[in-house]
């Protein structure tokens, strides 16, 4: 799966679970400054994300490196295309 398709997936489901406009989702984007997340709001997503990837046990760890939306997306294509 390309980065770009991942993003476009990812930023869907990051707009519906803050309440946010797609188009003020970019790979830039702070999950913390831009969309007020915390360590809660972040886990919550990887769940979602480990469900609609199919990805097994994304750990504490690695939610932690997930400072910006484009840090996830590069973790999941390194996940989704070994």
């Not at 398709?5 to 946010?20: H, P, T, V």
């Not at 970019?26 to 709001?41: H, L, P, R, V, Y």
């Not at 997503?45 to 590069?74: A, P, Y």
Request: negative net charge; proline residues 0%.
């Amino acid at each position: 799966m390309t980065e770009e398709a991942i993003f476009e997936k990812l930023r869907g489901m990051i707009a519906e679970q803050f309440d946010l406009d797609l188009k003020n989702i970019t790979m830039e984007s702070s999950f913390a400054d831009d969309f007020g997340a915390d360590s809660i709001d972040l886990v919550e997503l990887m769940m979602n994300v480990e469900d609609e990837f199919e990805i097994e046990s994304i750990t504490e760890e690695d939610v932690g490196e997930f400072t910006t939306v484009g840090k996830c997306v590069r973790y999941l294509a390194a996940r989704l295309n070994g």
